[in-house]
C-alpha cells in the first residue's frame, strides 16, 4: 500500500522472531540490530527473554539472507563489552550477506 504512493519503509527487527522475518513482505529496507557477535556476549549486553535467543538470533540472520531484498546490520558496539568481537561480527556478516554495515558506538 505505502509503495505504490511512492512511501519508503523501514523495517527493524531484534532478531528473535525469525519466523516473522521470512512473513515479512517486502520493504524499503530491512534492518536487523546486532548487539553482540557471540552468545555469550548477547547474553550478557541483551538479557534476552528467550531460552533459544542465540538459535533464534542466527535463524534471523539467515533468514535476512534469503529476503533478496535491501538488507541493513546496524551493530552495536558497547566499549568493555563487544568491541573486541571483530572477527565474529565479520563471520555473522559473511553468514547474512547484508547491503549495508551500520556501526553504532556506546561508551
Known amino acids: 500500500l505505502l509503495h505504490s504512493k511512492s512511501i519508503s519503509t523501514f523495517m527493524v527487527t531484534n532478531a528473535q522472531f525469525p ?4 512473513q515479512l513482505d517486502i520493504v524499503t529496507q530491512l534492518y536487523v540490530s546486532i548487539d553482540a557477535a557471540t552468545e555469550q556476549s548477547l547474553k550478557e549486553v541483551d538479557r534476552p527473554l528467550f531460552e533459544d535467543f542465540w538459535q533464534r538470533f542466527l535463524a534471523s540472520i539467515d533468514s535476512l539472507a534469503r529476503k533478496g531484498q535491501r ?3 546496524r551493530l552495536t558496539l558497547v566499549k568493555g563489552w563487544n568491541m573486541e568481537e ?10 547474512g550477506q547484508p547491503d549495508f554495515v551500520e ?3 556506546v561508551t
Open 86 to 95: 571483530l572477527e565474529n561480527y565479520a563471520a555473522l556478516i559473511t553468514r
Open 71 to 73: 538488507t541493513v546490520f
Open 19 to 22: 519466523d516473522r522475518m521470512d
Open 103 to 105: 556501526v553504532k558506538g
